[in-house]
Every structure is written in structure tokens, then in C-alpha cells.
């Protein structure tokens, strides 16, 4: 077609590629307007130069020489290479050549390159990223997996802790608890107040170590919940007489109300009493003298019941209103405040609302607190509210759901006036633990025979020698473990009835099930007070003759 040799030398020079045609021996014959641009001269000072002066390989890819090779022998040759403009600059360029044929001998080189330094800085820099990306996540994967072990090694050490800790607060509390009920006449008052001490500090240290398994066993979702069906009120009165010397002596009043149509909740008694009780605490120790808490439940939704704690405390700010709920956490200047009366800012550790929070959230609700924030001498208040399925989501694991009104909780008669000393039942103690084994001694002289075997062995000889109404078992017992023992007590003639108590500092609730599949009937938990071991030692004997009865 006429015409088309000048529009095909325009659309060269004027293509957004660049197009440099070189003599066989590289030297410059040809660069269309994006060559010069790119290679920052005009194309009259190319002249006599070469092409290879301009570029230089990537590692990895074709030299100039290895070009040459592979064009001359006809073939078409790709590969990347910088280019180097006359002012410095670098361009990373996909070059493409090949040789023009002149009555087939090769006449010229044609290059067509494209300026690919952008895409390649970015493909570097998403390169670069994948590495770091990848180095990340080993890193990650190498902490989690060091983060599990340390967290088996924290509630493995939680709980060797918490049972070294319980064994001697045993006999500290024992002690302390037999001293009082006893010797209380013969002691002057000021040694009587340093032992009320003892026991208040051992009973603060069990309580402590209980919170702590409870915090390791809510991490770790093991919280089991025995649900029952309960009435809130009965929980919420208990809980607000358990407060009343406290709040007396300050002066502050419980106002509770529960709306009529409140309907029966399904949860774990146990737990839900811990809720109450810490919130109520809570509201209590934040709160100035001769002021009010207002305690209320009532419906909410047909399907969920709502129970608020509000008080005229110290407050809360907004900042804290989440983080009060982790572990250990304390708002740090909550001591400033207090009355000129009383001082009203109880240590704490930080674990009760943590708690509280798990329990809630395993019974399927929701815990959050609304406050106008604390200031300095500004009393703005708190409100904690929980909302709870009325019929908590979880499991049964006890047959036993009716309701037991544990307001109800009468007293035991004098177990002392009732038995003659010949008639005195004997107790069996299986258990390595000399201190907690003579403090239970002391606790049950008056009332029990009480008989102590220090092994498993030993133990089972006196099982089967002495009859004891009642074997006491500690499940860490040096050889034969106490499992073991209960297992071989069950099936032995003579024991086969007896009732078999555990008697261990270990209460893990895997413990506990371990204890009651071998055959066991109760479990004691270490420590224990004096009043709790008769009590339960009495019920266990008790229950036994009634079943016997029925038998
Ligand atoms: P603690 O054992 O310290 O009371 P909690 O987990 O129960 O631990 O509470 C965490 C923190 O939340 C407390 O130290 C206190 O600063 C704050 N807090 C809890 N309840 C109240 C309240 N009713 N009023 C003001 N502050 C509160």
C-alpha cells in the first residue's frame, strides 16, 4: 500500500517501546524517541557507540554474549537486563531480540525493550514482604507453641502450689480454729487476737489459692457447672447476711429488691453465690460509709434474668470499665479514697471480677459495668449488671437437680452429748500427712475413735482388723495410691459397706471424679475447719444408716 513505509516509521518511532536496531557488532543504528528518552541522550551522540556499553546482567538471566549466541544461530531471544541511561539511572528492561536477515545472512540487530523497573521494585518489595511474612509467621507459630508449653507449666505449677500451700494451711487453720474453740478462756487477749489473726490470714491464703485454680480453670475452660434449678433470692439473701458485720460496722445499708414474676433459675448454686458475694464485696469495700447498695433481680426478655449491684462507691472510668475484668487487674488509684471514719479500700488481688465474669459467661450470659467514672471526692457510683439465661446452656452433670434450700441448712445436734464414749464410732485415717492427721485428731477426739495409718498397706490391715465406721483416705499416699485402695476396700468383704471418705488437698474436679469412680462416697478438701470435718464426717455416717435402713 503507498504510504505505509512512513506510517510504519512513525508508529516505530513514536511506539511507548523501545526499539534500537545495532549493526552485528552491537553498534547503534537505529533508536526510536522512547530509546533516547530512556537512554537520556539524542540519537547522534549513539553514533560509533555500543549497545553492550548501556547494559549489564541480572543474575539469573542472559548475558549480552549468550544474546548474540542464541540470535545468531536464528532463534528469538528474551531475557531481562539493566540498562544504564548517560545520567545513571538504572532501569531494570525485558529485552527481546532478534537478527534481520539479508539474503540470509544476519544484516542487523533489532531490540525491543520494555522498562519493567516499577513492576520489578514492586514484585522485590512483595517478595521482600512473603520473607518477612513468612519469617512472622515461624516466629509466631515458634511462641505459640511456647506460649502452650508455658501455660501447661503455669497450671501444672498452679497446682503443685496450691496443694503444697493447702497442706500446711491445714494444720495452720486447724490449729488456730481448735485454739479458739477450746482454749479461748485460758489464753490472755492479746495472744487470742494473734491467733484470730493466724486463722483470718490462713483463711485469706485459702481463699486466694482457691481463686487462683478458679482463674487457672476458667483460662483453661475447664469451669464445670452442676446445674440446678435454684431460686436467685435465696442466693442473694445469703450472700447480703454473709455481709452484714461488715457493712454495719460502716453503716451501709443492702437494698434488695426481686421483681414477682422472677422465674427459677437453672445454674450452678455454687458459682452463682460466688457472683453475688463478689459483687457485693466489691460494692461494699468501694463504697463510703453510711451509704446504700441496691441489690435487684428481675426479668428480662421472658428468656433471661437480670440482676444489678449498684452502689454510691468511688466509681469507675471508662478506661478501666473493660480491664476491671481481666485477671489480676486493679485500678491503681483506688486507695486514695476513703472517709475520715473509716478506711474503706480493702487489698485485693484483682482476681474477683475475673472470675465472676468466667462464671457468668459459662452459665451462657454477660457481665458489664456502667459508671460516670471516679474522681477525686467524687462519689459517682457503680453499676454491675448481669444478664443470665434462665436456664443456663450447659450440661447436667449432677442427677440431683431438685433444689436444696441452702438457707435451710439446720444446725447438727451436739454430737458430743448424744454418744457414749463406749459406743464412740471409730475413724480410720489413711494418710501420710501427720500434721492434717492431728489436727483432725484433736478436732474428732471427743467424739471418734481415731485410728491412723500412715501407707496403704498399713491402712488396709486396720481396715480389715478394727471395722471402722468410716475410712478417711488422702489419694497421695506414698506406694499404693489411695485410688487403688478404695478400688480394694470395695471389693473386700469386711469394707465393702464401710463408707470411704477422700480426704485431700487435691480438688481439681478430675480429682474429684477419680475419688468417686474408685468407689469412694465423699470427699473432704483440705483444709478443712474443725466444725466442717465433724459436720460432714457426721452427714457421711448419717447417710449410710439411713441407706442401710432402706436397704
Ligand atoms: P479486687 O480483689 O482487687 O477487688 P476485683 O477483680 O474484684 O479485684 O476488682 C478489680 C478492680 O475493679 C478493683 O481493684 C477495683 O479497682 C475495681 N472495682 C471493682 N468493683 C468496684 C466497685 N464496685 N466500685 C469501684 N471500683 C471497683
Not at 25 to 37: A, L, Q, T
Not at 132 to 140: D, F, K, Q, T
Not at 431 to 436: F, K, L, M, N, Q
Not at 476 to 496: A, F, H, S
Request: contains cysteine.
Amino acid at each position: 500500500m503507498h504510504g505505509d513505509t512512513g506510517l510504519l516509521a512513525r508508529i516505530v518511532e513514536h511506539t511507548p517501546i523501545i526499539i534500537i536496531v545495532t549493526n552485528n557488532d552491537g553498534k547503534f543504528r537505529y533508536v526510536n524517541g522512547c530509546g533516547e528518552k530512556l537512554l537520556g541522550t539524542r540519537r547522534t551522540d549513539l553514533v560509533d557507540r555500543s549497545f553492550e556499553d548501556f547494559l549489564s546482567q541480572i543474575e539469573g538471566c542472559l548475558g549480552w554474549s549468550q544474546i548474540m549466541e542464541t540470535i545468531q544461530s536464528g532463534d528469538y531471544c528474551q531475557t531481562k537486563m539493566i540498562l544504564t541511561s548517560l545520567d545513571g539511572a538504572e532501569h531494570i528492561c525485558r529485552l527481546n531480540a532478534f537478527c534481520i536477515l539479508d539474503e540470509g545472512e544476519p544484516a542487523a540487530i533489532t531490540f525491543m525493550l520494555i522498562d519493567i523497573t516499577d513492576e520489578a521494585e514492586k514484585a522485590d518489595q512483595i517478595e521482600k514482604k512473603n520473607i518477612e511474612m513468612a519469617r512472622i509467621n515461624s516466629e509466631l507459630i515458634r511462641s505459640n507453641a511456647e506460649l502452650k508449653k508455658l501455660s501447661k507449666m503455669k497450671s501444672s505449677f498452679l497446682s503443685i502450689a496450691s496443694h503444697e500451700l493447702k497442706t500446711p494451711l491445714t494444720s495452720i487453720k486447724g490449729y488456730s480454729d481448735i485454739i479458739m474453740d477450746t482454749m479461748k478462756d485460758r489464753l490472755d487477749s492479746g495472744v487470742l487476737r494473734m491467733v484470730e489473726n493466724i486463722n483470718r490470714a490462713a483463711e485469706r491464703l485459702h481463699r486466694v489459692v482457691n481463686d487462683i485454680l478458679d482463674v487457672n480453670r476458667i483460662e483453661q475452660k475447664r469451669l464445670r457447672l452442676q446445674v440446678e434449678s435454684m431460686n436467685l433470692e435465696t442466693i442473694a439473701r445469703d450472700c447480703i447476711d454473709e455481709l452484714d458485720s461488715i457493712s454495719a460496722d460502716r453503716n451501709i445499708n443492702v437494698d434488695f429488691s426481686i421483681q414477682e414474676d422472677t422465674p427459677r433459675f437453672w445454674g450452678d448454686k455454687i458459682r452463682m453465690h460466688q457472683v453475688f458475694a463478689n459483687l457485693l464485696n466489691n460494692a461494699v469495700k468501694f463504697s463510703p460509709d453510711n451509704t446504700t447498695i441496691e441489690l435487684s433481680i428481675a426479668p428480662h426478655n421472658q428468656e433471661e434474668i437480670h440482676v444489678a449491684v449498684k452502689d454510691q462507691g468511688i466509681g469507675i472510668d471508662k478506661t478501666d470499665q473493660k480491664k476491671i475484668f481481666d485477671p489480676f487487674y486493679e485500678i491503681a488509684n483506688t486507695n486514695r479514697h476513703s472517709t475520715h471514719s473509716s478506711k474503706f479500700m480493702g487489698g485485693g488481688t484483682g482476681l474477683g471480677l475475673s472470675i465472676v465474669k468466667g462464671i457468668v459467661e459459662a452459665h451462657g450470659g454477660r457481665i458489664w459495668v456502667e459508671s460516670a467514672g471516679a474522681k477525686d471526692n467524687a462519689f459517682n457510683g457503680s453499676e454491675f449488671h448481669v444478664v443470665v439465661p434462665v436456664k443456663a446452656n450447659v450440661a447436667v452433670e449432677d442427677d440431683e437437680t431438685d433444689e436444696i434450700d441452702i438457707s435451710a441448712n439446720e444446725e447438727f445436734p451436739e454430737i458430743a452429748e448424744d454418744i457414749s464414749p463406749e459406743q464412740k464410732p471409730v475413724v480410720l485415717f489413711i494418710d501420710s500427712d501427720r500434721e492434717a492427721v492431728e489436727v483432725a485428731r484433736m478436732v474428732l477426739e471427743n467424739v471418734f475413735d481415731v485410728l491412723v495409718a500412715d501407707n496403704g498397706e498399713l491402712g488396709l490391715s486396720m481396715a480389715f482388723s478394727h471395722h471402722p465406721s468410716l475410712i478417711m483416705l488422702d489419694s497421695n499416699l506414698p506406694g499404693m495410691n489411695g485410688y487403688r485402695i478404695c478400688n480394694i476396700l470395695r471389693t473386700q468383704e469386711e469394707t465393702r459397706n464401710t463408707p470411704i471418705a477422700f480426704f485431700s488437698a487435691a480438688a481439681k474436679d478430675e480429682d474429684i471424679q477419680k475419688c468417686f469412680a474408685s468407689g469412694a462416697d465423699d470427699f473432704i478438701v483440705k483444709p478443712f475447719s474443725g466444725k466442717e470435718l465433724v459436720d460432714k464426717i457426721w452427714r457421711i455416717l448419717m447417710k449410710k444408716k439411713e441407706d442401710a435402713t432402706f436397704r
